[in-house]
């Protein structure tokens, strides 16, 4: 509806008709020009506004123009001004009469859309940037690898960097999926009891290198006593390794990064603080919204997609818990504060977390993978661990040696030609080896609709590419195992 009802007339005059125009700057007088124009309306917005107005006079044209008003309060709304003109019989303007629309909703909502769309630009240039560096770097270690080699050196500097290289792609990827489930509610916690300073080891260990290769100086704080939480493990020390991280990218080389532990009043309270670059009053409110970053140059050398922090608000948030960001300002270093419930009746006894690796029992492995570089690379260590290995590069392929090689597992891509992973899945439970074979998906696929699809397939396991093959090598003697006292009833 129209905020105002206004006539002006060519000596410059206005009336207003609006019984609400107390509301609007420089409506108290009834009749007004120039003066009056320049206080209603945003100083940004004058030129434009009286550019239209002229227009209008000499051409006679419908006026509109899009401008911000100042109410009475000193703040300003967008509105819609639009006036068309009133002529005598000879056909000469002998006033205008015009109404002035808020608007401000809709451009408020535009403005947010693109804000909205210049971060998606940026986050997009960003993400070839980031993607670019590990594969600029494992391009690199290719011909550093094959140059060793033939000068009979060893291979230990350029595998480290593949070693590093993969984890920060991989890393990049689960941040971008897991930002995907988040949005449409899709990620499901595992909690279980966790023994909080196993977590915390974990995700130390995890960014070391990072930490290290920046000559930072890491002080950890934990309590004597066992914390236990009600956590899934692997999520929570997501949450911690993203702050360390985070802390060791905004921090200059050979800083000081601490991590440190409390028990409060039923919750833990865990505190990781750095003396970096810090963060503005400005940013400070929207450090855990998604894309954003302190720093979005060009010679930035942070890195990251200004993903990791809103994973951090939303996985604690799920675990019943609160994150805060602190900061005195730019080079004043940062704070994040995550606080979380303690488990009613925590003790000692053994909780989830702690790594148990089991003894390798040798198997019969059916590999299916049409990348030939994977397959080849996967058959190789899984040779090196003792195990009696087959390839294959499609679904048909699959039947075939499935019959004749009879595998105790198989390791399935999803992916393939000529069939696909899960109607592979389905004709092999339909067979012979129905209770023989362990079907493991290792796939690129990773939506729950795909673990879904897994399932209905008679998969046992649903693994995402790239995969930790010290964790398959747990996989698959955890499997066996299972397999094994299954058959033993």
């Known amino acids: 509806m129209p905020h105002l009802v206004w006539t002006a007339f060519p000596d410059g005059s206005v009336d207003y008709y609006n019984a609400r125009r107390e509301e609007f700057a420089g409506f108290e007088a009834s009749a007004g020009g120039a003066g009056d124009l320049k206080r209603m309306v945003h100083p940004d917005?004058?030129?434009?506004?009286?550019?239209?107005?002229?227009?209008?006079?000499?051409t006679g044209c419908e006026y509109e123009v899009e401008h911000r008003l100042g109410r009475a309060d000193g703040a300003f709304y967008w509105h819609v001004s639009r006036a068309v003109p009133i002529r005598d019989a000879s056909g000469r303007i002998v006033k205008w009469y015009g109404?002035?629309?808020?608007?401000?909703?809709?451009?408020?909502?535009?403005?947010?859309?693109?804000?909205?769309?210049?971060?998606k630009t940026e986050f997009l240039a960003m993400l070839a940037h980031e993607l670019r560096n590990p594969l600029a770097a494992i391009s690199n270690a290719i011909p550093a690898m094959r140059l060793r080699l033939a000068q009979g050196e060893g291979?230990?500097?350029?595998i480290a960097v593949l070693e590093r290289q993969v984890k920060n792609s991989s890393r990049l990827l689960d941040d971008l999926l897991d930002v995907a489930r988040l949005a449409r509610g899709t990620i499901q916690l595992r909690s279980e009891r966790v023994r909080l300073q196993t977590v915390i080891a974990s995700a130390v260990e995890s960014?070391?290198?990072?930490?290290?290769?920046?000559?930072?100086?890491?002080?950890?704080?934990?309590?004597?006593?066992?914390?236990?939480?009600?956590?899934?493990?692997?999520?929570?020390?997501?949450?911690?390794?993203?702050?360390?991280?985070n802390a060791a990218k905004y921090t200059p080389e050979h800083g000081c990064i601490s991590l440190v532990v409390e028990r409060g009043s039923g919750e833990v309270i865990i505190r990781v603080r750095d003396?970096?670059?810090?963060?503005?009053?400005?940013?400070?409110?929207?450090?855990?919204?998604?894309?954003?970053?302190?720093?979005?140059?060009?010679?930035?050398?942070?890195?990251?997609?200004?993903?990791?922090?809103?994973?951090?608000?939303s996985l604690v948030a799920m675990h019943g818990g609160s994150v805060e960001a602190l900061s005195?300002?730019?080079?004043?270093?940062?704070?994040f504060v995550v606080r979380l419930p303690l488990r009613p009746g925590s003790t000692s006894s053994a909780v989830a977390g702690a790594p148990h690796p089991p003894s390798v029992r040798p198997c019969r492995i059916l590999v299916v993978e049409d990348?030939?570089?994977?397959?080849?690379?996967?058959?190789?260590?899984?040779?090196?661990?003792?195990?009696?290995?087959?390839?294959?590069?499609?679904?048909?392929?699959?039947?075939?040696?499935?019959s004749r090689f009879e595998p105790e597992l198989v390791l399935l891509d999803i992916g393939l030609p000529g069939m696909d992973g899960y109607e592979v899945a389905r004709r092999l439970r339909r067979g012979a080896a129905e209770h023989a074979a362990i079907l493991v998906a290792l796939t690129g696929y990773g939506q729950e609709s795909d673990r879904e699809c897994s399932r209905s397939a008679g998969i046992n396991v649903h693994l995402t590419k790239p995969f930790d093959l010290a964790s398959l090598e747990r996989v698959i003697q955890d499997?066996?195992?299972?397999?094994?006292?299954?058959?033993?009833?």
């Open 45 to 58: 917005d004058v030129t434009a506004t009286v550019a239209a107005w002229r227009l209008a006079n000499e």
């Open 99 to 119: 109404t002035a629309t808020n608007i401000d909703a809709r451009k408020r909502v535009e403005q947010a859309l693109v804000e909205s769309d210049q971060r």
């Open 155 to 158: 291979l230990e500097a350029p």
């Open 207 to 245: 960014q070391r290198a990072l930490i290290d290769g920046a000559g930072h100086r890491l002080s950890i704080a934990l309590p004597d006593d066992p914390i236990d939480v009600d956590a899934d493990a692997t999520r929570m020390e997501q949450v911690i390794a993203n702050l360390l991280n």
């Open 275 to 313: 003396d970096g670059l810090g963060i503005s009053a400005e940013l400070l409110p929207h450090v855990f919204d998604l894309f954003v970053q302190a720093d979005r140059s060009l010679n930035r050398a942070q890195g990251g997609l200004g993903l990791g922090l809103a994973l951090v608000r």
């Open 328 to 335: 005195e300002g730019p080079d004043r270093g940062s704070e």
């Open 371 to 402: 990348n030939l570089d994977a397959a080849e690379m996967l058959c190789e260590v899984l040779h090196a661990h003792g195990h009696v290995v087959e390839a294959v590069h499609d679904g048909p392929s699959a039947l075939r040696a499935a």
């Open 479 to 489: 499997l066996l195992a299972a397999r094994q006292r299954q058959l033993a009833l």
